[in-house]
């Protein structure tokens, strides 16, 4: 006789950013997925219109992914990386760089968006300080801006709820404002075209603090977690500038545009703006293996990297750095990534996905809708007195009754599916979307 297995206990994880009880009351579980479905542990299919975290841009349960990280377990299933070394990070490095603006050729390896936002950090500081800059201790982040969850990225980042109970978390630290300005800028197609002044901000910090004692600013391109907030026309541009005519050094938070969301490699490109150093992680093994790469200019690097041969250049890194799985799954990811054309593919789609997104404009409730490359916002009135609840029950109703994965922040719904997405299933996105949104009116 066989015991029968045991039901499933949903008392003992803790589950990350989600609102336990309610979800242990009424849960929500994938048992597989394929391509572009899920499917839940009751045996419906749910159509992924969040590519999983904003990760899984090649869609799920690729062969060639699992192939090779199976491959690699048996191969060489670890090694270090502190004063050792594996061929796999330094041939992921010289892949990835090919990729990246010319000038951003050096790269770290990390486990997470968190890990990237503090190895860009620390980079900064010890840019200046090496250089002999010393006093250049500030750090500039935005309002509303996710930059992980870690010390520093919750400290430059500007989400109240990520901060509040924390402590007084870092010191040196100030924020621009955010560029979302829906009386002025809603229903844009794009990047809004009001709010290039409030890169100006940065030059009024610069007034305050003096900016020989700013080290850096980051700011994510576009903001995702906050609820797709995309950057005014020539925003980015004046922040650059700002940026060289004092010192400052730029860094873009791409742990959400990188690996084509917005329809270049890196929004970067996407922009035409090139920041001195860039944060990435979702998307660089399709979401298999946990694996983050800031990357940074030369300058940046043999800025720090100096000094007597012997010593150790920066005091930095994680045992995972440069993990052989995570490299597997990266460079299998990025074999499909060009085989496919996923890094460009954003943009192709981009004016079917515009389209269909601002399809939704006339529905009750709708007060903004916001896109670039594959990522849309839509951002719905809350409820009287129950801030959130409105985009809640859009979300359960699309999982629970119409087999739709999409995301919620506040009153804002977020979309960013995966790239390999075919232009029937955008339709069928929006169409289940709008739904959804009629039924919570
Ligand atoms: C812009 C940005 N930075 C950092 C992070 C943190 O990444 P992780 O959750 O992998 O630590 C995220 C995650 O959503 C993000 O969107």
């Known amino acids: 006789m066989t015991d029968a297995p045991n039901p499933l206990s949903l008392a003992e994880f803790w589950m990350p950013f989600t609102a336990n009880r309610q979800f242990k009351a009424n ?252 944060a990435t992680a979702k998307a660089l093994t399709n979401g298999v293996v946990p694996m983050g790469a800031v990357f940074a200019s030369t300058a940046v690097h043999d800025a720090i990297v100096q000094g007597p041969e012997n010593v150790i250049e920066f005091f930095h890194g994680y045992t995972y750095s440069g993990h052989p799985l995570a490299c597997a799954a990266a460079m299998a990811s990025l074999d499909i990534y060009a085989r496919e054309n996923l890094l460009t593919r954003g943009a192709e789609l981009a004016a079917i996905f515009e389209d269909a997104a601002h399809n939704l404009r006339a529905l009750p409730n709708v007060v903004d809708i916001r896109n670039i490359g594959l990522v849309a916002g839509i951002e719905l009135k809350p409820r009287a007195g129950a801030p959130g609840a409105r985009a809640y029950d859009v979300f359960n109703d699309c999982f629970h009754n119409r087999g739709l994965l999409i995301r919620v922040t506040g009153d804002i719904i977020a979309m960013s599916p995966p790239l390999i997405i075919e232009s029937g299933e955008i339709e069928q996105i929006f169409e289940t979307l709008a739904a959804a949104i009629t039924a919570a009116a």
Not at 28 to 49: F, H, K, N, P, Q
Not at 72 to 101: I, N, W
Not at 256 to 262: E, K, V, Y
Request: aromatic share 8%; hydrophobic share 40%.
């Open 27 to 278: 849960p929500r579980l994938m048992s597989t997925a394929e391509g572009m479905y899920y499917t839940s542990v009751d045996g419906r299919r749910i159509l992924d219109g969040t590519a999983g975290l904003w990760c899984v841009h090649a869609g799920h349960a690729r062969d060639e992914i699992a192939d090779a990280v199976g491959r690699q377990v048996r191969e060489l299933d670890f090694a270090p990386t502190f004063q050792m070394g594996h061929p796999l990070p330094f041939e992921l490095a010289t892949r990835l760089t090919a990729l990246t603006p010319p000038t951003l050729n050096r790269v770290f390896f990390t486990n997470s968006g968190s890990e990237s936002v503090e190895t860009a950090l620390k980079m900064a500081l010890a840019y200046h300080q090496a250089r002999g800059e010393s006093q250049r201790i500030r750090i500039i982040g935005r309002e509303r801006g996710y930059h992980g969850v870690n010390f520093g990225g919750m400290t430059v980042g500007g989400i109240v709820n990520n901060r509040k109970r924390f402590g007084p978390l870092l010191p040196g630290v100030d924020h621009l404002r955010h560029t979302l300005d829906i009386p002025r800028n809603a229903f844009s197609r794009g990047v809004p075209p009001h709010g290039v002044e409030l890169a100006d901000d940065l030059e009024r910090l610069c007034q305050l603090h003096d900016a020989s004692t700013i080290a850096a600013v980051i700011i994510e391109p576009v903001a995702g977690s906050t609820g797709v907030i995309l950057p005014p026309a020539g925003y980015l541009q004046r922040i650059r500038e700002i940026c060289d005519r004092h010192g400052i050094l730029l860094i873009f938070d791409e742990v959400i545009t990188g690996f084509g969301r917005c329809g270049a490699p890196f929004a970067a490109q996407a922009f035409g703006v090139t920041p001195d150093i860039m």
